[in-house]
Every structure is written in structure tokens, then in C-alpha cells.
């Protein structure tokens, strides 16, 4: 479970969005909460690069994806079942891209995913990109991996020509590179403006902005696509709002859980294309899909989160 160094975890969080009982309840029944969005579409966004959609939320597996468990088989199915579709990956993350690759072939549901992993190849050197590459499809179990990203920049320059050309040979169907570090954020800029990119991957929470600066209006600019991971800031939001019940507003954008608030909060920027939270719960699973249907919050309610947030005492 998620813990801040206070000890808040999502979960206290639920409970205070939605009180004990559902959150008790969200881990039992089967598909969608309680009812409460029951044939509400699902809110998605193209891919500018194609006019593809996707869902606003999807899924990451940085954490806790060491070993097949029944508890994420549950997540991986349950997260198809209620609509989610973007799943991403690294070899880097412990054994993250054979858990998810056993249990997709063990649900046999590969067309129900969009499968993003990641190349890491420090020393740029291209047989070690190419066998990176290709083990990384031998784990998720496909021949065809739906984005590839360069991950955290790493050789770039040795590695996106490669990337490219296994787009032409049908193997990746988008190329990305990803950051989660703002000291890269002007080599990402300078990146963005020399290549045709189809993706970019960045971090970006409601305590956590820089990215709106100038990373999200040039991605907009150029036909980027972008994906955002840590959404709550590694647990860093719900620490933020301990105690606190959802405001009034909440309730405009159809939301139950703060969890909820802070995923429609990114996604609805214009920018943003998928939220991917890391999600190891099933209970999470179906909070986080609760926010890719409903309402999402227009300019000014966006302002109005934020402002509400900053001024609460961490």
C-alpha cells in the first residue's frame, strides 16, 4: 500500500471521498461502482499523430509488478473490463513487462491493450538497443509493441533512428521518449522541436506544474501526444488533503474520490492526452476508470482546484 511519510495512503483517501463502506464495496463488486456510471461513455482523446483514440486514464506499472499475483491478474482484467486500454511499461520496472505479458496471454485479450514499453540502452550501442527491444517483446508475449518509448532521454540520439526503423517494419505502431526529471525539460524542448514525435511521456500532478509551462503548449504545437505518470505525486497529493472532505464542486465533474478529482484535473488539460497512475489494487482500478467517464472540469474549474489545493496546508 502507498504510504506518504505521514502515513496517509489512497485508501484513508477513498474513505474520505466516499466513506468506508464503497470504499470497502470497491474492492468486491464486479465492473462498474455501485451503479454510478453505468452507461456514462468513456471520455478519450486522439492521438494527433493518427486521429486514434484513447481513454484519459490508463494504467502504469512502476511499482509492485514484480511477481503474478491474483490481485493484478484482477487489476489487468478488470482494467479492460471497464474500458482502459493504454498500459505502459519498461524493462526497467523489476519484472513488470513479464508479469503484464503472462497475464495478457493468460487472459488471451492482447487487442484489448495498448501496449507502451520503454528502451534504456545508456551506452547508445545499437546490438544492445536491438536486443533490449526484442526482449522486451518476448516478454509481453507480441510481436507488435503499440508505442515504444526512448526512456528518460537515454542516448537519444543513438537510439530514436533505431526506434524509427522498426516503426517501418510494422513493430512499433508510435514512437515516444519520456522524462521525469525537469533538469531534461530543455534537451526535451530541443528534442521536441528537431523530431516528428508521436508521443512524449512526462510526470506531471496537481503539486507538480512545470510541465504547463512550456513541455504541454509545445506538444500541442507540434502534434505530440502526451502521456503523464505520477499523477498523485507518489502519494504526495492524498497527504495533501488528509481530513479533508471533497468540496462542493466535486460533485460538477461527477466525482466521489479525491482520487477521481486529481486524475480529471490533468486530463483535462488540453494538452494531455492519458493519465497513466501506477495501480496494483483492483479497488483502485475502478476509481481511477470512474474518472475517465463524466464530466471533466473546463478552464475555470481547473483554476479553482488548483487554487483550492495550494491553499491547504501540507
Excluded at 482502459?84 to 526497467?92: H, K, N, Q, W, Y
Excluded at 509481453?140 to 518509448?149: C, E, P, R, S
Aim: with cysteine; aromatic share 6%; net charge positive.
Amino acid at each position: 500500500m502507498k504510504r506518504t511519510p505521514r502515513g496517509v495512503t489512497r485508501r484513508d483517501a477513498l474513505k474520505i471521498g466516499v466513506g468506508a463502506g464503497l470504499a470497502v464495496a470497491l474492492d468486491r463488486i464486479p465492473l462498474l461502482a455501485q451503479g454510478l456510471l453505468q452507461g456514462v461513455s468513456l471520455i478519450e482523446k486522439a492521438i494527433p499523430s493518427s486521429g486514434e483514440k484513447v481513454p484519459v486514464i490508463g494504467m502504469g506499472t512502476a511499482r509492485f509488478f514484480d511477481s503474478v499475483t491474483p490481485e493484478l491478474r484482477e487489476v489487468i482484467r478488470r482494467f479492460a473490463e471497464l474500458g482502459g486500454r493504454v498500459l505502459d511499461t519498461a524493462p526497467s520496472y523489476s519484472n513488470a513487462e513479464s508479469v503484464v505479458g503472462d497475464i495478457i496471454a493468460e487472459l488471451k485479450n492482447r487487442p484489448s491493450y495498448f501496449l507502451a514499453t520503454k528502451v534504456n540502452v545508456r551506452s547508445g550501442e545499437r546490438d544492445a538497443i536491438v536486443r533490449q527491444m526484442e526482449e522486451s517483446l518476448r516478454r509481453l508475449h507480441t510481436d507488435t509493441v503499440d508505442l515504444m518509448q526512448v526512456h528518460n532521454l537515454s542516448a537519444v540520439e543513438q537510439t530514436l533512428p533505431i526506434v524509427r526503423e522498426w516503426k517501418q517494419a510494422g513493430r512499433f505502431r508510435y514512437v515516444g521518449v519520456t522524462t521525469s526529471s525537469d533538469r531534461q525539460y530543455e534537451n526535451l524542448e530541443r528534442l521536441m522541436r528537431a523530431e516528428p514525435l508521436d508521443f512524449i511521456q512526462v510526470d506531471y500532478a496537481i503539486d507538480n506544474r512545470g510541465v504547463e509551462e512550456r513541455i504541454l503548449p509545445l506538444a500541442a504545437e507540434r502534434g505530440m501526444a502526451v502521456l503523464v505518470n505520477s499523477p498523485f505525486g507518489r502519494s504526495r497529493v492524498f497527504q495533501r488533503v488528509s481530513g479533508k472532505a471533497l468540496p462542493a464542486w466535486a460533485a460538477e465533474i461527477d466525482c466521489t474520490t479525491w482520487g477521481q478529482v486529481f486524475l480529471k484535473h490533468l486530463a483535462s488539460h488540453p494538452s494531455v492526452t492519458c493519465v497513466i497512475p501506477g495501480t496494483e489494487k483492483v479497488q483502485f482500478v475502478v476509481d481511477n476508470m470512474a474518472a475517465a467517464r463524466g464530466r471533466l472540469p473546463d478552464a475555470a474549474l481547473r483554476k479553482r482546484i488548483e487554487q483550492y489545493f495550494d491553499g491547504l496546508t501540507a
